[in-house]
């Protein structure tokens, strides 16, 4: 079956000390592999797809990487606003299978 | 206006109501959907439209029943709901579906009470 696990479930950092976030699939002919954020009240918001192992992303202070088994967020240095949930999601044909999520917290 | 925007963003409704989601994308994509988010669960796909044409009915009860009147448009209208189906509907659009390079644009979604 397929299936998309992140870790850990809530993450709390101080501001600037950088840290990952794991996304570890198993998808069936994955096409793509999705990262969003979402914060309190409002719908998932686009970051990146990383299509193939080996590929990296980079926006901000964040950085997608992406292996045949698991995906990473790198957070750089982060800050306060940077604080939001982190989902992942793997693409086969025409379906995302999401993740639950990682709930990040970034205190000043 | 940008973007997907959802009505109502709240909405508390007894079991024996009928109400209707609203969605609207201004994006110009052609497939539409809807998930349910509940806590802790990863998003569940409920229903895709693509080109106007249902494409995916995720074995979603017949409580909810879904309505594409075009590829800007789309509706979710609720009848006889049970307090289990209490969450949060998020609308999304894509510039097609069943493709990787057409990520997901969420709407901010119906916050959706059953009591």
């Known amino acids: 079956e397929d299936q998309v696990t992140q870790s850990p479930e809530a993450l709390r950092l101080q501001e600037g000390e950088s840290s990952s976030l794991n996304c570890s699939y198993t998808v069936s002919g994955l096409r793509g592999l999705f990262w969003y954020r979402q914060d309190p009240g409002k719908g998932p918001e686009f970051l990146f797809t990383l299509y193939s192992a080996g590929e990296e992303k980079e926006k901000e202070r964040l950085k997608a990487t992406l292996t045949k088994k698991e995906s990473f967020l790198h957070i750089t240095a982060p800050k306060p606003e940077d604080s939001a949930t982190y989902l992942c999601a793997g693409s086969n044909t025409d379906k995302l299978i999401f993740g639950t999520g990682t709930r990040l917290q970034v205190f000043p | 206006e940008t973007g997907v925007t959802q009505t109502p963003r709240h909405l508390v409704m007894g079991m024996t109501n009928k109400k209707s989601l609203k969605c609207e994308q201004h994006?110009?994509?052609?497939?539409m959907y809807w998930y349910k988010q509940s806590a802790k669960k990863p998003l569940e796909l409920m229903f895709v439209?693509?080109?106007?044409?249902?494409?995916e009915n995720n074995s979603v009860p017949s409580r909810f029943s879904p309505e594409c009147p075009n590829s800007s448009h789309l509706f979710l209208h609720l009848h006889t709901l049970q307090p289990e189906d209490s969450a949060l509907y998020l609308c999304?659009?894509?510039?097609?579906?069943?493709?990787?390079?057409?990520?997901?644009?969420f709407g901010n979604g119906t916050r959706l009470t059953v009591t």
């Open positions: 994006l110009g994509h052609n497939a």
């Open positions: 999304a659009s894509s510039l097609r579906a069943g493709t990787r390079d057409s990520p997901l644009h």
């Open positions: 439209y693509n080109f106007k044409e249902q494409t």
